[in-house]
């Protein structure tokens, strides 16, 4: 048998049954009013945690939200939200992803025996899996896509925005103050600027410690390398993210940080409010 041909109309053909996995995950992002997608030239600068709290911070403002966390090596939205023992359901051909209070999550996470079972896989097998992730699952009708992508500018946030490319999608980067911090993630800016992908702006997460005690804040990390970096390439500077204790333990506990009163709450979300 011939292999498909896409022919440009990707809803029509995967109605039909005709449709390639490319053109699956076309028809399905079409149904998505807006995809963003959080990146990192760096890890650990809690680039994970800003896209679960984003996700959060809009279905609190009333949005339907879907977030997809396609870091197929260290996935930690499960964890984030609560949903460690979850696992998707499906009828063999569609997956139904899962709900945790309104929000539609997918991950590796939910397919893994257990959190301490590791991923060996190749290229070419990730990006089958993130092209099942985006048009195998149901997604149905949403009003914003929220995307988790590891660290760098490698496979998978390279497959994701080229999937993703147009008017109604484009990257928050994370940061933190640190100039070794920037020099890494001044190339997941250049990255988007290659592609053509529209930045929402930079978040600069850990940027300074408020003390719960005397209000006082302290510069651990010196730099300001999100307001650097957003005059640099011409984008919005979405604002700064304390450090706070409450952020670790909210993530370990499964309870987004956004839902709190903190100082670092009302930061994350006044900078995501633009976006939002």
């Not at 996995?21 to 028809?27: D, E, T």
């Not at 009828?91 to 899962?98: A, L």
């Not at 109604?168 to 997941?188: L, R």
């Not at 506990?253 to 633009?274: C, D, H, L, Q, Y």
Request: aromatic share 6%; proline share 6%.
């Amino acid at each position: 048998m011939a292999e498909h041909q896409c022919d440009g109309h990707c809803e029509g053909c995967a109605s039909k049954g005709e449709a390639s996995p490319q053109c699956k995950s076309k028809a399905a992002m079409a149904k998505i009013k807006r995809k963003i997608v959080v990146m990192s030239g760096k890890g650990g600068v809690g680039k994970s945690t800003v896209a679960a709290n984003l996700a959060v911070a809009m279905a609190m403002d009333g949005l339907k939200v879907g977030l997809l966390d396609v870091d197929i090596h260290g996935p930690s939205i499960p964890r984030m939200l609560g949903a460690d023992d979850a696992r998707p359901t499906g009828d063999g051909d569609r997956i139904d992803p899962v709900v945790v209070d309104g929000i539609e999550l997918m991950s590796i996470g939910f397919l893994l025996e257990s959190t301490d079972s590791p991923v060996v896989w190749r290229g070419p097998v990730k990006m089958g899996v993130i092209q099942q992730f985006l048009g195998d699952v149901n997604w149905g009708e949403l009003d914003c896509l929220v995307v988790d992508v590891p660290p760098g500018t490698g496979d998978e946030p390279l497959s994701v925005c080229q999937q993703f490319l147009g008017d109604d999608a484009g990257a928050i980067v994370v940061t933190t103050p640190q100039d070794v911090s920037a020099d890494d993630v001044s190339k997941s800016l250049s990255f988007c600027r290659q592609l053509g992908f529209k930045v929402y702006g930079i978040i600069e997460n850990m940027s300074g410690f408020v003390c719960p005690h005397c209000g006082k804040t302290t510069e651990i990390f010196k730099g300001a390398a999100g307001e650097r970096l957003a005059k640099k390439f011409d984008v919005p500077f979405l604002g700064r993210i304390p450090i706070d204790p409450e952020i670790g333990e909210c993530g370990d506990s499964g309870i987004p940080f956004v839902r709190r009163s903190s100082a670092a709450a009302k930061a994350f979300g006044k900078a995501v409010e633009p976006v939002i």
